[in-house]
């Protein structure tokens, strides 16, 4: 059986994770997280883009994102908010507080990932709070639509479906903290689990008339579309065979499907095989004609004239040097 959609896009971004801070607070306290482009050297020197989330283990606290008009969110034990945008955020015990910008610690690093940091911000009252600091890293080039596709907070409140999410980072933490092998792997894959059930809880919320990327993936006709690309995407789609089987005209489903993703078919088509063959690059594939087969061009030459048109540059000396 296939995976489905969102699945797919999660696997091609080359999701990883790791939690980088256990914090302690006591009222009154603030915390301000710069752009994520700004500590992503430090903490995920190979990602294109980080995004940051925090756990909420005890107590309440507010969240804000900086540079968009949006309400000050209230926190509770159990609740996970991420930022996917990157933005610049704050946390802190009463809203509309602000506060230094975090810097970057000396981190120490094992298997190419920062061992984990306990802070204390002590502010000397009686209200506390405890929780926890990670981040995602993904490649959104070539062509990551999920990542376009989100708001700048996804906010998961405290309830019975995510009770895991207490033991999860108490895992986590234990895994942090004992230099067992394959600790930072661990960390990672904790990270995309926890990640891919925000995105999917999200997606489960959104009205039945949203549109969007997201939206497409909820309709029945462009999400059945979706699927079958993801799916198989080195198949020789045409505009007709797609249409036919997602149940609808050929000008009807072009129009439907641009309406939703923002993208023609056949163009989005082409650069999510561009995703896929940048993924299969990084992922250890020696032969570019083999990557050209697998994601369906018809030579190595016509792969190669498509990919430096998007990228910049040749797939062979692009590999090179993201692996460098």
């Known amino acids: 059986m ?3 959609t969102l699945s797919e896009i999660l696997s091609a971004v080359r999701l990883k994770g790791a939690v ?4 302690e607070a006591s009222a009154p306290w603030v915390a301000e997280a710069p752009p994520s482009r700004l500590i992503a050297p430090v903490l995920m020197a190979h990602a294109e883009h980080v995004m940051e989330y925090h756990v909420i283990t005890k107590g309440s606290c507010w969240a804000q994102v900086v540079g968009h008009d949006l309400p ?17 955020h704050i946390l802190s015990s009463k809203p509309g507080m602000r506060g230094d910008m975090v810097g970057n610690p000396n981190f120490e690093f094992r298997d190419g990932l920062p061992v984990p940091i306990s802070m204390d911000l002590n502010g000397g009252g009686e209200e506390r709070v405890h929780f926890i600091c990670g981040f995602l890293g993904c490649d959104p080039h070539p062509f ?5 596709a989100l708001p700048p907070i996804l906010h998961l409140r405290a309830g019975s479906e995510n009770a895991w999410l207490d033991a999860f980072m108490k895992f986590a933490l234990s895994e942090a903290g004992d230099k067992r092998l394959g600790g930072s792997q661990i960390l990672s894959r904790l990270g995309e689990v926890m990640f891919s059930d925000l995105v999917r809880r999200y997606v489960e919320s959104l009205p039945e008339d949203s549109r969007g990327w997201l939206g497409g993936l909820r309709d029945r006709h462009v999400g059945r579309a979706l699927k079958l690309l993801h799916t198989e995407p080195a198949r020789g789609w045409t505009l007709e065979e797609l249409a036919k089987q997602s149940g609808m005209s050929r000008s009807s489903f072009a129009e439907r499907f641009t309406e939703f993703v923002g993208t023609p078919p056949m163009q989005y088509l082409q650069r999510w095989r561009l995703q896929m ?3 299969k690059l990084l992922d250890g594939a020696t032969s570019i004609a083999v990557v050209a087969a697998q994601t369906g061009y018809e030579s190595e030459a ?3 004239r498509a990919f430096k048109r998007v990228l910049g540059e040749p797939p062979a000396e692009w590999r090179d040097k993201r692996r460098a």
């Not at 990551?144 to 376009?148: F, G, M, V, Y």
């Open 2 to 4: 296939s995976r489905d």
């Open 20 to 23: 980088f801070f256990d914090v």
């Open 72 to 88: 000050p969110v209230a926190l509770q034990a159990g609740d996970v908010i991420a930022f996917p945008q990157g933005d610049p």
């Open 144 to 148: 990551n639509p999920l990542i376009q």
């Open 277 to 279: 063959a940048a993924s």
């Open 302 to 304: 016509a792969f190669s």
